[in-house]
């Protein structure tokens, strides 16, 4: 390994617990994004980039992404394969690729190290990233010198070429210089504050941060707060996400009801939700619940209600690409419960009745589609007669007639 190489690898062991727990979730929906971007001082030069970067890379197989300071991708383009192949692994618009949560990659390493940075196939943290490769250099504000965002390449191995980085720096010091023209011609303006790059061990909460709550496909929560990856015991996963899921807030006798089984006493939740709020106050003072009702003073954004929407959207693809398995699989709560077989069972309709091959087949290699008998007739049905992925299909119906 390369030196940046292995000191990123080091850095993502200690906010992961290994590389395949290593994901880019996607942080805004899509008119959130919409409304955060076009209030970015990036946003004034994305003219510029498209110009410098965007076009020419067209017809390439590549893609050029802009994101934040904190490693979010604000703009992916690109022409439509690339971009339906970049969803693959959640390179798309409002993901998240900073180091903490993606590992290493171009995106978050470069803004970790605040230079440009080149990371080529299995030097990526994440298994599911090895067979890409991306280029990103830093952008600085031009008066105080601290990181406004990133400007990355990615693709297969031309995103790392020789000339690639030269180019990608080149356009980022036009960028750089652009904003310094026009707020030269506006005359002055309070200075933006940019942090510094977080470090794995810093603790202090980012109000710019859009936070996340994960509970698909494992049975405690992950809570991604102002950059950091906490996990949570299976209760408080159950309540924080309930609590997400109602931002108009919920009393005591309803969050129990959702949470607890008939017949457990409101002592409990109080009791519970002492020891959440105690465990926020440490690692995310700013979503502290408040009372009478209990209620997060800010949103909190569910994987599992971010399926839901892209589904209602049709958006089958980046819906599978969240959904990582069930609800809390173990989890007794009844909303909880309620919400695994809810979600399910909208995937699996979504999927069977209106997505592309494609998506069907990496619909079937979820667990719970392992034996669904319909599920792959349908896939049987909707590939070509001569596809070389039939065999397959075919082999596994056989076994599960059989």
Known sequence: MRPLVRESWQRSLGALPSPEAANSPVVWESRELQEFRRNHPLAAVMPVIQQLLVVPSQDTGLLVAVGDEHGRLLWVEGDSAARRHGENINFAQGADWS????????????????RGVQISGEEHFNPAVHSWSCTAVPVHDPDSGGILGIVDITGGPDAVGANTLSLVQATVAAAEAQLRIQRLERGPAPRRRSPKPASPSAATAKPLYCDSLQILGRDQGVLHIGGQALTLSERHTEILAMLA????????????????????????????MVRLRKLLHRHGPSLVPESRPYRLPRALVVDADQVLSYLNRGAHRLALNIYKGAVLPRSEAPALASLRTRVGLLLREAILTDASPDVLLAYLQLPEAADDVDAWHSALRLLPPRSPRRAAVVAHLESLEA
């Open 99 to 114: 180091e903490l949560v993606a590992g290493t990659s171009a995106p978050g390493t470069a803004l970790v190290l605040g």
């Open 245 to 272: 899921l109602h931002p108009a807030g919920l009393t005591a006798e309803e969050l129990s009801d959702m949470v607890y089984p008939e017949g457990t006493s409101l002592t409990s939740i109080r009791a519970e």
